[in-house]
Every structure is written in structure tokens, then in C-alpha cells.
């Protein structure tokens, strides 16, 4: 069956630390994979997505079929970085997806 | 562009009652997606409707859920005699097609007393 895991639920690093939020999945085809992010009071939206490999606010994320493994990294986080983040898998349809549980980073000063 | 719109953001409604939930998609878009968050979990999907068409309602509870996305208007889920665990947040999403980013609006948070 087709999951995706966040193994932390909680983040919590200072400024200037990397940050790497964990991603594993299973899926027997071949996967799209998301990052979302959710700040305060805002909406979800779409922070990165795996097939345009590129890097958006500092943040990127490289697929690893071998492990199953879409981890999310920035080498420097900054405090605006705080949010809930929810990595993603679309199956059959680009906008049906199956989220993982999420990880809230929680940037400290 | 306003971006999906979701009305209300939130819903108060006795058990036993109706809830409706209401999303316009993005201009342009006709593909919409509900999902629902329970506390202290991911989202998960319910349904994908395009126009007057449910394409996939798997996720869906077999009673009491109902969705449709009208020729006119916004897509509206439905519950029927809601109880207390219907209480959570439901979220809709946009695309214009079926491999396109979705867009997600601000989400409906469903409490039942």
C-alpha cells in the first residue's frame, strides 16, 4: 500500500543550523514526490517537487529510490523557516496525493 | 487571482446536523480535491470531481459524505447527521488538469458539539 512517513513531528533547531526533515515512502511505482509548507495562519503550498529538482528558498530535496527517501535539507536555516512542512505522494493523478504526518521546524534565535 | 476559496473557515454544527462545506477553485481550474485532517494527523484525500463528474471517491466514508462539483457554482461537500468524529479540518485543492500543481485553499475547520 502506498504510505508516506514523517518520522519526527517536532524540529526544533537554532538559526544558522542545517535542517534535514526526514521523508520515507512506499510505493511499487514510479513516485512523484512534494514538499509542502504550511506557515502560521496561512495555506498549504507547494515548496518543491522532485521532478524539477530545483532549490527553493534554500531548501532541496533529492529522491533516493534505494532507500525510498525524499529528505528535505537546508544548510542554514533561518528563523522564517518555522512551519509545518508535509511531504506528498501522487499517485495515478498529479493532484491526488497521500501526505505524510508532518514535521513542524521550529527555528529558534 | 484570489486563489481557492473556502467558505466558512469555520463550522459549528450540533450532532445530528448537516454540514456544508463550500470551495471555488482557482479561475481556470476544473479539477478539485477535498481532503480531510483529523488532529494530530496528515491529510488525507476524500474525493477528486471535475466538472459535474466524480472521477475518484475512494477516500470517501461510505455514509453520511456526499460531494459534487456543478456545472455553476462552487464543489460542496456534504455531511449528513454529522458526530463528533467528522470534527476536523477539510481542506479543498485545485488544478488545472489532471497532472498539475495543486493549489489548496485555507481549509474549513468542523467542530461538532
Known amino acids: 500500500a502506498q504510505r508516506v512517513t514523517q518520522p519526527e513531528k517536532l524540529l526544533s533547531v537554532f538559526k544558522g543550523a542545517p535542517v534535514e526533515l526526514k521523508c520515507n515512502y512506499s510505493y511499487s511505482g514510479s513516485p512523484e514526490l512534494f514538499w509542502y509548507v504550511q506557515y502560521s495562519r496561512q495555506r498549504l503550498q507547494l515548496l518543491l517537487r522532485?521532478?524539477s529538482r530545483e532549490s527553493i528558498k534554500g531548501f532541496t530535496a533529492d529522491l533516493n529510490k534505494g532507500e525510498t527517501s525524499f529528505h528535505l535539507k537546508k544548510p542554514f536555516a533561518q528563523e522564517e523557516d518555522s512551519a509545518m512542512y508535509y511531504c506528498?505522494?501522487?499517485?495515478?493523478?498529479?493532484?491526488?496525493?497521500?501526505f505524510g504526518q508532518g514535521t513542524e521546524l521550529s527555528v529558534k534565535p | 487571482n484570489a486563489g481557492v476559496m473556502q467558505n466558512p473557515r469555520h463550522l459549528v454544527r450540533r450532532r445530528g446536523q448537516e454540514a456544508r462545506l463550500r470551495c471555488s477553485p482557482m479561475?481556470?481550474?476544473?479539477?478539485v480535491y477535498w481532503y480531510r485532517q483529523l488532529p494530530e494527523e496528515g491529510l488525507k484525500f476524500m474525493v477528486y470531481?471535475?466538472?459535474?463528474?466524480?472521477?475518484?471517491e475512494s477516500g470517501m466514508p461510505k455514509e453520511r459524505f456526499s460531494a459534487e462539483f456543478p456545472k455553476e457554482g462552487p464543489s460542496i461537500l456534504r455531511i449528513q447527521q454529522v458526530v463528533r468524529g467528522d470534527s476536523a479540518a477539510y481542506f479543498c485543492?485545485?488544478?488545472?488538469?489532471?497532472?498539475?500543481?495543486?493549489?489548496f485553499g485555507q481549509g474549513t475547520r468542523l467542530t461538532v458539539v
Open positions: 470531481l471535475q466538472k459535474e463528474n466524480i472521477i475518484d
Open positions: 522532485h521532478i
Open positions: 506528498a505522494l501522487a499517485y495515478n493523478q498529479g493532484g491526488k496525493l497521500i
Open positions: 479561475k481556470g481550474h476544473s479539477h
Open positions: 485543492a485545485s488544478s488545472p488538469g489532471s497532472r498539475g500543481e495543486a493549489f
